[in-house]
């Protein structure tokens, strides 16, 4: 089977951040095998999360999302290579902390803290679709 190479946005979400785990983030990424393409640290505006988060407007946890991601700091990241937005939701684990596997960064290094929305240390693109949008969002120059 031949596969392209992808890329997918990562985002170290602000719990992971000032946790100090952007780098324990980044360096099973690599472990991986995937590349970092281009890196970048900053507290993104909302407007920027209505954009990325719009699949979510109407759930229950949108607005506690919204107010989460845009608390703080957030390492935003483009990775590369064969699979990675596949290969990097499976290092990433399940959504619920609680439930994601050991081994896993959400399953290793997540939990459940009581809040409305999940504080899950990290987002992945779930689809080639979903990558193109989300670095058109986070990286505007790459495209
Ligand atoms: P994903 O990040 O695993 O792709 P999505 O369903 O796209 O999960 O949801 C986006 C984010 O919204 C999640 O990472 C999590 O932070 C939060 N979230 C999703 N579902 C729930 C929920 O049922 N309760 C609280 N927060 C949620
Ligand atoms: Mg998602």
């Known amino acids: 089977m031949t596969t392209q190479t992808e890329r997918s946005l990562v985002l170290v979400k602000p719990d992971g951040f000032k946790r100090g785990l952007s780098g324990e983030v980044l360096s099973r990424i690599e472990s991986k095998g995937y590349t970092l393409v281009t890196l970048s640290i900053f507290t993104p505006d909302r407007e920027r999360l209505e954009r990325h988060y719009a699949e979510h407007q109407g759930k ?13 700091q957030v390492t935003a990241v483009v990775i590369e290579g064969e699979r990675c937005i596949e290969g990097f939701r499976a290092l990433a684990g399940a959504t619920d ?35 193109a949008r989300e670095i058109d969002i986070w990286f505007p120059e790459l495209v």
Request: glycine residues 12%; aromatic residues 8%; proline residues 10%.
């Open 60 to 72: 229950p946890f949108y607005e506690p999302l919204l107010d989460f991601m845009s608390s703080g």
């Open 97 to 131: 902390p609680s439930v994601a596997l050991p081994g896993t960064i959400r399953g290793d290094l997540g939990r459940d803290w009581g809040s409305k929305v999940q504080k899950n240390i990290v987002h992945g693109s779930d689809s080639p679709q979903s990558s």
